[in-house]
Structure formats: C-alpha cells, structure tokens
C-alpha cells in the first residue's frame, strides 16, 4: 500500500497567517492526491482533488501544488473557519490510503 | 441536493456483527461508485472498502478482507457494510461517501454513524 506522510502532524497559527502543510508519498503516484478538512463532530469536506483541482465552492485562500511524490496544501491567509485537521489521500492505486493528518489550532 | 444518511451503527461485542446502511439521494445512485471510510478514537481516516456503479467492482482495505462485504441496491438507492467478526480495532464512526464521478476522491459524505466494538 501507498504510504503518506504529512507534516507538521500538528501547528499552532494566528488569524491572518500562510499555513503551508506537506504529504509525501512513499511511491511516485503522479499528480493523484485529494486534501481534505475535517472539524470535529462533523464529515471531511473535499477541498482539492488531483493536486491542484479545487473543488467547487472552496475558497481561494486554499491551493494545491505537487506531483510525484511531493505535495502541498497552502493556505494563504488564516480565516477563524480553517482551524480544522487536514488529511491527504492518495487515489493513484487501491487501497487508497490517507496521510495522518495535520491539526491547525489557533496560536 | 446530495445526501447521504447512515444508519446501523451501534455497540457489539468482540466477535459480532453489524450491518450499516447508507441512504442516498439527490443524485443519479446507479451512475457513481460508493465508499465506506471510518475513522478511529484519536486516529485518521482510513478507508474501508468501495463498490463501483453496478458492483462490477469491489475493493477493500486488507485489515477488513474476509470479514466485511460492501454492496448496494440501485433500484433502492441504498449500499450497505456487512461487517462480521467485529474486533475491538474496528470501532469508530463509519461514513458513506461518494465518488467524485471519474475520480476516487470523496465529494460527498454522510454524518457518520457509531460502531463501538466492546466486551
């Protein structure tokens, strides 16, 4: 199975800040990486899909970048609704797999 | 409007069985793959298993081979987790999803429902 590293696991951010957060697979799987928000309590939302597709209705302050098997998901600037933990997936090959997850709290 | 609704969770001992279903509407049923996804106590997402349009396809995590079985019926627009031999590691809340179409990603899930497998 295609395994994903994210980091940082955690990071602590103001209102305002850029928040960048990296996945990394452990094998090339071309540009075939979604992102997600999860707040607690509720469903992830998809935001980006193909690495950098952003989903309809997502804002623009959310980006992705990457192929291969080096991924970002930027956030440009910190709202009060981001403070969430974020996950990556993989959908290059089954079973599809999840990075650990990234909680953005507020600092 | 897309929705899913899941029901069927609950709390079973090591060794049960639990049979989830996912209600859906607002959308064509039989035109999309279906997920399961759950996410464990204090842990990430991990996916569970995916049946494709008309079950031609199915697939499943291997943690979950051999005792879980995902299947639908597209006349009643409902899929389902058969879950058997239930161990205390599978206890989380489970989500339906489904497949952005042409991609396996998850543009739309249900609000999850509760396994807790427990003595």
């Known amino acids: 199975a295609i395994q994903l590293t994210q980091s940082p696991s955690s990071l602590s951010a103001s209102v305002g800040d850029r928040v960048t957060i990296t996945c990394r697979a452990n094998q090339g799987i071309y540009s075939a990486l979604a992102w997600y928000q999860q707040k607690p309590g509720e469903a992830p939302k998809l935001l980006i899909y193909d690495a950098s597709i952003l989903e309809n209705g997502v804002p623009s302050r959310f980006s992705g970048s990457g192929s291969g098997t080096d991924f970002t998901l930027t956030i440009s600037s910190l709202h009060p609704a981001d403070f969430a933990t974020y996950f990556c997936?993989?959908?290059?090959?089954?079973?599809?797999?999840f990075g650990g997850g990234t909680k953005v709290e507020i600092k | 409007e897309v929705q899913l609704v899941e029901s069927g969770g609950g709390l079973v001992k090591p060794g049960g069985s639990l049979r989830l279903s996912c209600a859906a509407s607002g959308f064509t049923f039989s035109g999309y793959t279906m997920n399961w996804v759950r996410r464990a106590p204090g842990r990430g997402l991990e996916w569970v298993a995916s049946?494709?349009?008309?079950?031609?396809?199915?697939y499943n995590t291997d943690s979950v081979k051999g005792r879980f079985t995902i299947s639908r019926d597209n006349a009643k627009t409902l899929f389902y987790l058969q879950m058997n031999s239930l161990r205390v590691e599978d206890t989380g809340v489970y989500f339906c999803?489904?497949?952005?179409?042409?991609?396996?990603?998850?543009?739309?899930w249900g609000q999850g429902t509760l396994v807790t497998v427990s003595s």
């Open positions: 049946v494709s349009s008309n079950s031609d396809y199915i």
């Open positions: 997936q993989q959908f290059n090959d089954y079973p599809l797999t």
């Open positions: 999803a489904r497949d952005r179409l042409a991609w396996a990603v998850f543009d739309y």
